[in-house]
């Protein structure tokens, strides 16, 4: 068999065009490889279009009467004569030959006789609401059905007439027009089907079971038919307001804030499902918006003052979270809430700080408090910056309601956490408990209060060895730099220079003295803690009388110190001096560890079984309330290594002491000077006098530094310069008492012709 070649004689054409040198659509400049044989040139002759056939005068009436009865079966729901493509095409037939306008009106027609005749009167008839809404929807669907069906057959006049005319609906929005004017749009109807469905939907919310997919039919029609808005909308969102006003009202009164909570979220939650299963998505912000109106933002002040405390008392997490999440949707909610949250912080706080006989808890309390509001605000109200910066502004407010009391108590409680034996488990503890501690402190106006009993207890933990960590020590002074800058700390690092430059002095005292061991007592072992005065805090001037055996050991070191250091003065402190004294019992020997003043008094009993309180005081020459203290330590504490005659807890001018034999202890080393880390009244009373005499001269330098650069200044612009450059809490009447007293010291006088003016003088 062999293949035609293109162009042979008997005339077949090829099945694909030749494309002449062509490569992928492209030309080529070579010479055509495939050449036709007896190729001619054609012309293209262009023909009159063939007249149309003309049609029988009686096409259009017979065609419309085959249309017309395929449309009334489709609505009796009976069988169609005709196939639907001969249908299809009788439409088609009659658009051609222009007859689409008259056949549009004919459909029209039917459709509006069949709603009219067969739908509207039997919606009517219907009596009950339930069974009205469900025939309402079993004629929407039939309806719809009925359209679908019709616009197939007639979809060549939707397409070639109606959609060339825009003033004329398509055949779809026709049906719609049709039900909406002679069903719905029916007072009658419209108000029994609005009525059915509001009454379903109110069931639905007093927790009903109810048909839900009827609701979804009826309200979609509702929306197809565009009248959605116009005749539920404004009534539901009606209905619902006056359901949750008298809800509110009611459940308000019958219900705990919890429980009250509980119900608007799960009351928000099912509007939410609603929309999602059956009401248009455009309903849903009013009808939140009416459900958080009605139900919170009208009770947001009876919610917050009825409720708020008792869930902050019992941190109730979950409720606070929630009443967080439901003020966030109304409008100035969140600052509602956080002003509430912000003065119960203050009206709690303040009973903390302000009650005295709570002295003994008030840091722990504070942290505890700290502690707890700041997990609601983490967790609760979503760690917000508002909620922050709330309980910082609250804390700042109530602590320093009290002065100087808080950052007193402050600086001891760090004390008591940074003694030898504190019970914190771990460094790591101790370091997170001084972090919080911090943050109470940066709330303190008197940090100079702070200073300077923290100066005064660490001074003791440093020269009685009580710190419990060095580390913990510097980590702390480490805060300290940071938050208040290195003038603050300056003199607290100056006391632990001072430590470590002791521990070089007295290795090389130890070292001077091994070469005068024939001359001393080899029983004692002398240290000493050469102390800056600048740094430390002063400590008042007190003789006592020492065993001529320390009194010789004070000469070799001064000797030995101001050998090396000429020109400087030694000042011996026995204040805060300890020491360890071998004591022999009848139950064996014991190694007590007391204060040098403790040791003075048991060191006479060497001398004598029995003394007067009258001898004791002649033989050591301490201060009278300073030796009935330390008397009761070794009397009447729980280390008894005297007897008292007569016996009591107080120590009088008559009383007499003898040495205890039969003390007896499980530990051979026994600590009887934790009387040196208590604090006396006289303590507390002289360092609060230093802080307030402190506070004075920083107020005259202040005040003179001011009217130096200023020359000449008003009474009210000196107090208000003062009140920005001083970091003390301060009184206009303390500033001008310390203008008076520089006005009579002459260091600014005032001005002649206006005396609230000042002038400096030079």
Not at 533 to 549: C, D, I, Q, R, S
Request: charge should be positive; aromatic fraction near 8%; charged fraction near 30%.
């Amino acid at each position: 068999m062999r293949m035609a070649t293109i162009g042979e004689e008997n005339g077949k054409r090829p099945n694909f065009s030749v494309l002449n040198n062509s490569l992928n659509g492209m030309k080529s400049s070579g010479a055509s490889p495939i050449t036709k044989v007896g190729s001619a040139t054609k012309k293209l002759v262009v023909k009159n279009f063939k007249e149309r056939a003309k049609v029988a005068e009686d096409f259009q009436t017979k065609t419309w009467i085959k249309l017309q009865e395929a449309v009334v079966a489709i609505q009796n729901s009976t069988p169609i004569s005709y196939c639907l493509e001969e249908l299809y095409m009788a439409v088609e037939n009659m658009c051609s030959y222009s007859m689409a306008p008259q056949l549009y009106e004919n459909l029209k027609d039917v459709i509006e006789q069949n709603v009219r005749k067969n739908v509207e009167p039997y919606i009517r008839t219907v009596q009950d609401r339930k069974i009205f809404l469900k025939e309402m929807e079993n004629c929407w669907q039939s309806h719809c059905r009925q359209m679908i069906m019709i616009r197939s057959i007639f979809l060549y006049l939707d397409r070639r007439y109606v959609l060339h005319n825009p003033s004329i609906s398509s055949i779809w929005d026709m049906g719609l027009d049709m039900f909406r004017k002679h069903v719905i749009g029916q007072q009658l109807a419209q108000t029994r089907t609005v009525d059915g469905l509001l009454m379903l939907i109110e069931m639905e919310r007093h927790g009903d079971v109810v048909d839900r997919s009827l609701l979804k039919s009826l309200l979609r029609m509702l929306s197809d038919l565009q009248i959605y808005q116009d005749v539920f909308e404004q009534r539901f969102l009606t209905a619902t307001d006056a359901l949750y006003v008298a809800e509110g009202r009611r459940l308000m009164q019958e219900l705990e804030v919890p429980e009250y909570l509980a119900h608007v979220e799960k009351r928000l939650q099912e509007e939410n499902e609603r929309v999602l299963h059956y009401l248009d998505s455009g309903t849903r912000w009013n009808l939140i918006h009416t459900v958080e109106r009605q139900l919170i933002s009208e009770h947001s002040g009876s919610i917050l003052s009825k409720g708020l405390e008792n869930l902050l008392d019992n941190t109730r997490i979950p409720e606070l979270k929630l009443m967080h999440s439901l003020f966030s949707r109304i409008k100035n909610g969140l600052q509602d809430l956080c002003l509430q949250f912000n003065a119960y912080i203050k009206k709690k706080g303040r009973t903390i700080v302000i009650d005295p006989e709570k002295d003994k808890s008030m840091v722990q309390d504070l942290l505890d408090f700290k502690d707890r509001m700041d997990n609601i605000v983490n967790i609760c109200f979503g760690k917000t910056e508002k909620f922050t910066n709330s309980v910082k502004e609250a804390f700042e407010s109530f602590i320093n309601q009290r002065p100087n009391k808080p950052a007193e108590l402050i600086a001891k409680f760090v004390d008591s956490k940074l003694r030898l034996g504190n019970k914190e488990a771990t460094e790591e503890e101790l370091e997170r408990l001084l972090d919080k501690i911090m943050v109470i402190f940066r709330f303190i106006h008197g940090k100079d209060v702070f200073e300077a009993f923290y100066k005064k207890d660490l001074a003791k933990r440093l020269l009685v060895g009580k710190s419990a960590s060095v580390d913990a020590e510097k980590s702390m002074l480490s805060k300290l730099k940071q938050e208040c800058g290195g003038a603050f700390t300056s003199k607290l690092e100056g006391m632990f220079k001072d430590m470590e430059l002791s521990r070089d002095i007295n290795v090389a005292f130890k070292q001077y003295t091994a070469y005068l061991k024939s001359n001393l007592d080899s029983s004692i072992d002398l240290t000493v803690n050469i102390l800056t005065m600048g740094y430390w805090p002063t400590y008042a001037l007190v003789e006592v009388n020492l065993p001529k055996e320390m009194v010789q050991f004070q000469e070799i070191f001064n000797k030995f110190y101001l050998g090396k250091h000429s020109g400087r003065k030694l000042q011996w402190q026995p204040t805060l001096g300890h020491c360890m004294l071998r004591a022999s019992f009848e139950h064996g020997k014991k190694e007590l560890q007391v204060s040098l003043f403790q040791g003075l008094v048991l060191l006479l009993f060497n001398e004598s079984e029995e003394l007067s309180y009258e001898e004791v005081r002649t033989g050591t020459n301490i201060e009278d309330s300073e030796l009935k203290r330390t008397i009761q330590s070794l009397a009447c504490g729980k280390a008894r290594v005297l007897h008292k005659t007569p016996k009591g807890k107080e120590v009088g001018d008559d009383d007499r002491f003898q040495f205890n034999k039969d003390f007896a202890n499980k530990l051979f080393r026994v600590k009887i000077n934790q009387i040196q880390m208590k604090e006396t009244n006289e303590e507390q009373k002289a360092t609060e006098e230093r802080v307030f005499q402190d506070r004075q001269y920083q107020i005259d330098a202040a005040i003179v530094r001011i009217m130096k650069m200023r020359k000449s200044l008003s009474h009210s612009l000196l107090v208000s310069e003062l009140f920005n450059q001083l970091k003390f809490p301060v009184t206009p009447t303390d500033l001008k008492k310390r203008i008076e007293s520089l006005i009579d010291r002459d260091y600014m006088a005032r001005d002649k012709e206006n005396s609230k003016n000042y002038n400096y003088v030079a």
